[in-house]
């Protein structure tokens, strides 16, 4: 098991993150292990989907990103990588 953190919606201008504990798998074919996909996030994201298609609602309602950031108290930059990576 490893423990993961992502960032959630805000709750009353309060920041909101999720802990918990993702398990791992073995790869028969290599021996490897791999992290289990969890359906809330994307893979090394730290930020839900949820709180992800808030900010680009936000962002595609003509809301400057530096307007966004200080709304989610998030980078500019992280929203910058969030809106291309969708496209």
Same mark, same amino acid.
């Given at each position: @098991? #490893?423990?993961?953190?992502?960032?959630? %919606? !805000?709750?009353? =201008? =309060?920041?909101?993150?999720?802990?918990?504990? +993702?398990?791992? &798998? &073995?790869?028969?074919? !290599? *021996?490897?292990? /791999?992290?289990? #996909?969890?359906?809330?996030?994307?893979? /090394?994201? *730290? %930020?839900?989907? %949820?709180?992800?298609?808030?900010?680009? @609602?936000? +962002?595609?309602?003509?809301?400057?990103? *530096?307007?966004?950031?200080? $709304? +989610?108290? #998030? $980078?500019?930059?992280?929203?910058?990588?969030? =809106?291309?990576? %969708?496209?």
């Amino acid at each position: @098991m #490893e423990d993961k953190t992502w960032r959630l %919606l !805000n709750f009353f =201008h =309060h920041e909101c993150y999720l802990h918990c504990r +993702v398990p791992r &798998i &073995i790869i028969m074919s !290599n *021996g490897k292990y /791999k992290m289990v #996909e969890v359906p809330r996030a994307r893979p /090394k994201s *730290g %930020l839900t989907l %949820l709180f992800e298609a808030y900010m680009m @609602m936000l +962002v595609e309602s003509e809301h400057a990103r *530096g307007m966004v950031s200080k $709304t +989610v108290k #998030e $980078t500019a930059l992280s929203i910058w990588c969030i =809106h291309f990576q %969708l496209l």
